[in-house]
Nanobody, 125 residues
Framework: QAQLVESGGGSVQAGGSLSLSCEFS????????MAWFRQAPGKERERVAI???????SYADSVKGRFTISQDNDKKTLYLRMNSLKPEDTAMYYC???????????????????WGQGTQVTVSL
């Protein structure tokens, strides 16, 4: 059963921190690519961070230096640690998975075939 379940969203003031978690089922053990995307009201879904083979990470410029993606395969959990949050980080955050290949992960959301239900992050001034 292919399942991704996010948790950890909430409301925080600007400058604060939140951590998101995404539990994934055994089905995704053969996948190379896990990622976090986000979508704000009226905007397109955008890439936040991608991790390849559980250890090679890349980030959108807007979150670089503030967010950290990590993966614990023993716990079958993907994480996103978000520091120095800004109001523009307010969005629904989604965990996603793509098979990818042994060298790269896709950056387009359309290339990810499995998605969680999303968790809301709201950052206020």
């Amino acid at each position: 059963q292919a399942q991704l379940v996010e948790s950890g969203g909430g409301s925080v003031q600007a400058g604060g921190s939140l951590s998101l978690s995404c539990e994934f089922s055994e089905y995704f053990s053969s996948y190379y690519c896990m990622a976090w995307f986000r979508q704000a009201p009226g905007k397109e879904r955008e890439r936040v961070a991608i991790i390849h083979s559980g250890n090679s990470a890349s980030y959108a410029d807007s979150v670089k230096g503030r967010f950290t993606i990590s993966q614990d395969n023993d716990k079958k959990t993907l994480y996103l640690r978000m520091n120095s949050l800004k109001p523009e980080d307010t969005a629904m955050y989604y965990c996603a998975a793509a098979t990818g290949d042994e060298w790269t992960c896709p950056t387009l959301s359309t290339r990810y075939d499995s998605w969680g239900q999303g968790t809301q992050v709201t950052v206020s001034l």
